[in-house]
């Protein structure tokens, strides 16, 4: 049996390695272009700090591909032919010939729609290659901790708009560090490149279009403490700013934001306004995409096309509100990946997501969410709590009718499985209050939260 | 000190001297060069017609080198302490065991023992217990301690230590009160991250530290031996018990093997090199009886499901080497002989997902 995946993320290597715990000698493709080793792409802002090696990231040690028998191809897909079950691959590789493909491609950044985008030390923070690109830059290359292996091993002069190219580093033209560098989208992206460019001395722009930060996650009172928290590091906060263009100067090299508010000069540009999913040379092959670009999968994952599964951000599937679209997260990148390697295998399981869930930390405020919170249901109310003193928190319990559907917490860690299971048990808000700390998952000797009721 | 309490920690990677560049290796030189000195300043003085630390330590009024050296230790505990709450000290648990550790090493690792002699008595360790302070167990110094001192060794080191470690692990010890454990948190805090991860390096210490225990045992035991019939057996007594670095005897090799090279020139002075916990992790007889007492006891990180983004700031900030990502990917709660509970993967874990804990397994909500 040949098994054939699309993408090394944590959906891919989690199907290929309930493959391979199955079955010892089945054949086991891996197809990346961006990079020879699985790495956790939510570490690269602290790789771009210097708080994480390169190495510290990737979860497996480096002789993963060769003990698990896993065949490495570091190249582009191009193409899938379904009739002749073949991947079509860049840069002059033979195509690669399945009998069962899992595609797990991931997302992609979502390009600025404004004049200049393009400009030289305009950029995303999602890829590799994108870190590359920003720690030029800033820092005029990787840490000491060094960069990946074989950077450049998928390089390829036909790939003009892959996620995975390298950019021009206008920072190497100017022969100058950036010194003011500006991110926009507020978003967590966003916050990240921020934190980082700050860590790096700098004091960058922040362009936010919306009235507060991160409005899908958090509501006023809840953004304002995160504000001014970065504009405690220095970072300039702009609030409804739309941004209306990109400047350059007579060199090419990105020069100022211009946005509905002011000019601000600026060297370098992260533009951090969301992700799509990393699809588009799908557009020429017979498996379906939605509206959003999404890979339409059943239940199972399985795509229109026979013995053709996808997992992780490059899939739409079912939630919890009935609708299908990509599910951008880590862990249910990984759970789906276990799904497909089911699939894989020969078997029938289901992917099915319960109640929603996340976590984040923003600057040094951790947040943790669970349920449905910011989607201004009908007889909904908040009960919301600020703690000050020794610990600075604060709660929000989300009501419907006489029971809880949400819960968003920043300042304290919290088990959210036992926030969902009080959700799931329709529990009031009196008898959760009651019970707020067995919910606690603070480190020790760290005081309680004692909760005011007025 | 900046608002996060986590100043230089961002840039880890992005400072030479905490990365084994030039800088890095020329302080590891340096350590080594004062640890060789310290442990046998009576060769230098032999090649070269001076004892340097003893000189300091006599101009100083230190007495003899050992308290320079107390001392000495207890300044780089104290500028490490404070390096490490710049770095870390947004973390409650951290500060108060810093706090704790640092405290313990002025009080009972110099003050005590140097003000001690002035009263007329023997200078004591009470921080120190057996197999780590290995002569305290000798039938000899139990006999020469004062009686209340030889009970408080023997049931701290057989009894209070390990009933301690069943109870709270052996954080209580390693993190909380041990000297070498302390200065490695301090004094070693820039260079954690450098501890290897490796499967590799994990086999190794599982060999060595139970090799150097077995080794420790073997060598009191004699040495109990020897003090029961040795005045009968002249050939085994030198041995076993010879004095003299010269005469390589048991006892003499195992200070010089154990005491000086693994504990002090190695343990200390590679610190940037392979990281702080060097002999903590591979050769303290101490770590290795807690950490076979902490696998039956109260003690584990506890995972929360299927929250981890395998990101690996826990695995890239464990001393101990721990690849700590393994366990909370798989949604694994976890005890292993080797974690010292020095809380920093549940510190630095960005998405709440570890937590240390000491709760009998009746009381623990999953399993």
């Known amino acids: 049996m040949r098994i054939v995946i699309i993408g090394n993320g944590v959906a891919g290597m989690e199907?290929?390695?309930?493959?391979?715990?199955?079955?010892?000698?089945?054949?086991?493709?891996?197809?990346?272009?961006?990079?020879?080793?699985?790495?956790?792409?939510?570490?690269?802002?602290?790789?771009?700090?210097?708080?994480?090696?390169?190495?510290?990231?990737?979860?497996?040690?480096?002789?993963?591909?060769?003990?698990?028998?896993?065949?490495?191809?570091?190249?582009?897909?191009?193409?899938?032919?379904?009739?002749?079950?073949?991947?079509?691959?860049?840069?002059?590789?033979?195509?690669?010939?399945?009998d069962r493909l899992l595609i797990a491609s991931g997302s992609r950044p979502r390009p600025g729609p404004w004049p200049g985008s393009d400009a030289r030390g305009v950029g995303h923070f999602v890829t590799l290659q994108d870190l590359d690109w920003y720690e030029r830059e800033v820092h005029g290359g990787a840490s000491r901790g060094g960069g990946p292996p074989r950077p450049r091993a998928h390089a390829d002069p036909s790939a003009g708009d892959s996620p995975y190219r390298f950019r021009e580093v206008a920072a190497e033209h100017r022969g100058q560090l950036a010194r003011q560098p500006a991110v926009i989208g507020g978003g967590l992206i966003g916050i990240e490149a921020v934190e980082v460019a700050v860590a790096a001395g700098l004091r960058p722009h922040f362009f936010i279009r919306e009235e507060w930060f991160w409005p899908i996650a958090l509501d006023r009172r809840e953004a304002q403490w995160i504000s001014d928290r970065m504009a405690q590091h220095g970072v300039e906060v702009h609030l409804e700013h739309d941004v209306e263009a990109l400047e350059t100067d007579a060199d090419g090299n990105v020069s100022a934001v211009r946005t509905n508010q002011g000019r601000y000069e600026s060297d370098c540009v992260v533009v951090g306004i969301g992700v799509t999913p990393n699809t588009g040379w799908l557009a020429d092959t017979a498996i379906e995409l939605d509206e959003r670009g999404g890979i339409a999968v059943d239940e199972g994952l399985q795509t229109s096309a026979p013995d053709v599964f996808a997992a992780g951000d490059c899939a739409s599937v079912r939630w919890f509100d009935g609708t299908r679209r990509p599910e951008q997260l880590w862990y249910t990148a990984r759970d789906q990946g276990r799904v497909a390697g089911g699939r894989l295998l020969g078997g029938v399981p289901r992917y099915e997501r319960g109640t929603w869930y996340n976590s984040a930390k923003l600057m040094d405020i951790e947040y943790t969410t669970a349920g449905l919170v910011n989607w201004t249901l009908d007889r909904e109310s908040d009960w919301f709590f600020e703690e000050t003193g020794k610990v600075r928190s604060t709660t929000r319990v989300v009501v419907q009718d006489d029971h809880v559907v949400g819960f968003n917490m920043l300042g304290r860690r919290w088990d959210h499985t036992v926030l969902i299971r009080w959700i799931e048990e329709r529990r009031s808000l009196d008898w959760v209050l009651a019970h707020l700390n067995d919910a606690a998952f603070d480190t020790e000797l760290v005081p309680p939260l004692q909760v005011l009721r007025a | 000190m900046d608002q996060q309490g986590q100043d230089g920690l961002l840039t880890t990677y992005r400072e030479g001297w905490r990365n084994r560049s030039v800088v890095g290796l020329a302080i590891s030189a340096l350590l080594v060069s004062f640890y060789v000195v310290l442990y046998w300043e009576h060769k230098v003085q032999q090649h070269f017609g001076v004892a340097p630390?003893?000189?300091?330590?006599?101009?100083?009024?230190?007495?003899?080198?050992?308290?320079?050296?107390?001392?000495?230790?207890?300044?780089?505990?104290?500028?490490?302490?404070?390096?490490?709450?710049?770095?870390?000290?947004?973390?409650r648990y951290n500060r108060f065991r810093i706090t704790v550790n640092v405290a313990i090493q002025i009080a009972l690792g110099f003050t005590l023992p140097f003000i001690m002699p002035l009263f007329g008595g023997q200078e004591l360790y009470f921080s120190y217990f057996w197999p780590l302070k290995y002569d305290y167990l000798y039938p000899q110094t139990l006999v020469d301690l004062p009686l209340y001192?030889?009970?408080?060794?023997?049931?701290?080191?057989?009894?209070?230590?390990?009933?301690?470690?069943?109870?709270?692990?052996?954080?209580?010890?390693?993190?909380?009160?041990?000297?070498?454990?302390?200065?490695?948190?301090?004094?070693?805090?820039?260079?954690?991250?450098?501890?290897?991860?490796?499967?590799?390096?994990?086999?190794?210490?599982?060999?060595?530290?139970?090799?150097?225990?077995?080794?420790?045992?073997?060598?009191?035991?004699?040495?109990?031996?020897?003090?029961?019939?040795?005045?009968?057996?002249?050939?085994?007594?030198?041995?076993?018990?010879?004095?003299?670095?010269?005469?390589?005897?048991i006892k003499s090799f195992y200070g010089f093997a154990v005491g000086a090279i693994l504990a002090g020139v190695i343990g200390v002075g590679l610190y940037p090199v392979f990281g702080p916990r060097v002999w903590c992790r591979n050769f303290c007889p101490m770590a290795a009886v807690l950490g076979l007492v902490q696998k039956l006891g109260r003690y584990r990180i506890k995972v929360k499901p299927d929250m981890c983004i395998s990101c690996g700031n826990c695995s890239t900030y464990c001393e101990m080497g721990i690849d700590v990502r393994s366990y909370a990917q798989t949604n694994e709660s976890f005890t292993r002989a080797s974690c010292v509970g020095c809380g920093m993967c549940a510190h630095m874990c960005p998405r709440g997902v570890l937590k240390l804990e000491s709760v009998t397994r009746k009381r623990r909500s999953t399993p």
């Not at chain 1, 079955?23 to 020879?36: A, M």
């Not at chain 2, 030889?150 to 230590?161: D, E, I, N």
């Not at chain 2, 109990?224 to 002249?234: A, F, K, S, T, Y």
């Open chain 1, 15 to 98: 199907a290929a390695r309930a493959v391979r715990n199955r079955e010892p000698s089945w054949e086991i493709t891996l197809i990346s272009e961006e990079s020879d080793h699985f790495f956790s792409r939510t570490a690269l802002m602290w790789v771009f700090s210097g708080q994480m090696s390169h190495r510290d990231i990737e979860p497996l040690e480096r002789d993963a591909y060769q003990r698990l028998g896993f065949r490495r191809v570091r190249a582009r897909a191009t193409g899938i032919d379904i009739v002749s079950r073949r991947v079509s691959l860049a840069g002059g590789h033979e195509p690669i010939a399945y």
């Open chain 2, 149 to 249: 001192f030889a009970l408080y060794t023997v049931v701290g080191s057989l009894l209070a230590a390990p009933v301690l470690a069943v109870l709270y692990g052996k954080r209580w010890y390693c993190s909380w009160v041990c000297g070498c454990g302390g200065l490695a948190n301090t004094f070693g805090d820039p260079w954690r991250h450098l501890t290897s991860k490796s499967t590799k390096s994990w086999r190794f210490e599982q060999v060595s530290i139970h090799l150097v225990l077995a080794i420790a045992i073997a060598t009191t035991f004699l040495i109990g031996l020897d003090w029961w019939i040795g005045g009968d057996h002249p050939a085994f007594h030198r041995i076993v018990a010879g004095d003299h670095w010269q005469d390589w005897s």
């Open chain 2, 53 to 91: 630390l003893t000189a300091i330590s006599e101009a100083a009024g230190l007495r003899n080198r050992w308290y320079l050296y107390g001392f000495l230790y207890s300044i780089a505990m104290i500028m490490g302490g404070i390096y490490y709450l710049k770095r870390h000290g947004n973390s």
